[in-house]
Nanobody, 124 residues
Framework: QVHLVESGGGLVQAGDSLRLSCTAS????????VGWFRQAPGKEREFVAA?????????YFEESVKGRFTISRGNAANVVWLQMNSLKPEDTAVYYC????????????????WGQGTQVTVSS
């Protein structure tokens, strides 16, 4: 069993940066692929970024965040980060941390564990 808790959301202005953290509890978390999703008001939850388990050698991003967002993990600390730079108003959403056994599962939203979400609001 894995429990995920996000933090780091908030209200920022366009062009600012935020770093979201996802702290995990549970055994063998480093073996899980991890990802971030977001859900804007009135829209479906969408994929943002994913990283493979262990060394995190595979990384994928949704097209609109490429070059602005980075994903990383600290396996010793059971933490996953999403660094968000050059934020835009359209990045406003609740951001969710997710974990699954494979990165393919994360990308297809076949998630084993979800966090509760953290609100990110970007004003223009």
């Amino acid at each position: 069993q894995v429990h995920l808790v996000e933090s780091g959301g908030g209200l920022v202005q366009a062009g600012d940066s935020l770093r979201l953290s996802c702290t995990a509890s549970g055994r063998a978390f480093s073996s899980y692929a991890v990802g971030w999703f977001r859900q804007a008001p009135g829209k479906e939850r969408e994929f943002v970024a994913a990283m493979s388990g262990f060394s995190g050698g595979l990384i994928y991003f949704e097209e609109s965040v490429k070059g602005r967002f980075t994903i990383s993990r600290g396996n010793a600390a059971n933490v996953v980060w999403l660094q968000m730079n050059s934020l835009k108003p359209e990045d406003t959403a609740v951001y969710y941390c997710a974990a699954a056994l494979t990165i393919a599962s994360v990308k297809s939203a076949a998630i084993d564990y979800w966090g509760q979400g953290t609100q990110v609001t970007v004003s223009s």
